[in-house]
């Protein structure tokens, strides 16, 4: 379609791919829900999250100036590739539309990557609106957002709880980070 169309239509042509990949989204989330989380563990890099999130955020409509950090290395992990992407991406995605929601003008998320004796640690912060109410975080069809649908969190924690780790907010008056753990 972006070959046969003009010139001045490719940016609609954009707008519907991105509309597609957010209905993708919510499908894939909404099915994951309801068949529940089984994982399949490969070895792939940190690179390839990386290369994933990079690609999703181009398809992720937003409109405030965001600088993106993905600070991943060219490290190993075995997990779910699929179900990391999932969470990770999930995070980001917050992450950015609490930006939009925020009343600044620009925003900062950075997603960084430690590893301890046991556990892969992912920290994804962003400077964007606090959560104003924190019992409704990770349940199940309950958002803090207008747009969101209440299965990203849980979805996120439930794929973190099935390769033994978890995902907590860390949060205080200045700093807002979700921490991530996937055991080793």
Same mark, same amino acid.
């Given at each position: 379609l972006l070959k046969r169309v003009d010139v001045e239509n490719k940016p609609l042509i954009f707008e519907i791919k991105k509309s597609v990949f957010r209905i993708e989204r919510i499908i894939e989330a909404t099915l994951t829900f309801a068949k529940g989380i089984e994982i399949s563990k490969t070895q792939f890099s940190m690179l390839d999250i990386?290369?994933? /999130?990079? #690609?999703? /955020?181009?398809?992720?409509?937003?409109?405030?100036? /965001?600088n993106i950090d993905i600070n991943l290395k &060219?490290?190993?992990?075995?997990?779910d590739s699929v179900l990391i992407?999932?969470?990770?991406? #999930?995070? /980001?995605f917050n992450a950015i539309d609490a930006i939009e929601d925020s009343q600044k003008s620009f925003g900062k998320i950075d997603l960084s990557y430690e590893k301890s004796k &046991?556990?892969?640690?992912f920290k994804i912060y962003d400077s964007g609106k606090n959560i104003d109410d924190?019992?409704?975080?990770?349940k199940p069809f309950k958002s803090t957002k207008?747009?969101? #649908?209440?299965?990203?969190l849980y979805l996120s924690r439930l794929i973190a709880q099935a390769h033994k780790g978890d995902v907590v907010l860390d949060s205080n008056k200045n700093r807002k980070t979700f921490i991530v753990s996937i055991a080793k």
């Open positions: 990386k290369s994933y /999130i990079s #690609n999703a /955020i181009d398809y992720y409509t937003f409109s405030k100036d /965001i &060219d490290t190993p992990i075995i997990a992407n999932m969470l990770l991406s #999930n995070l /980001i &046991d556990f892969h640690i924190e019992s409704m975080l990770f207008q747009k969101g #649908n209440g299965l990203g």
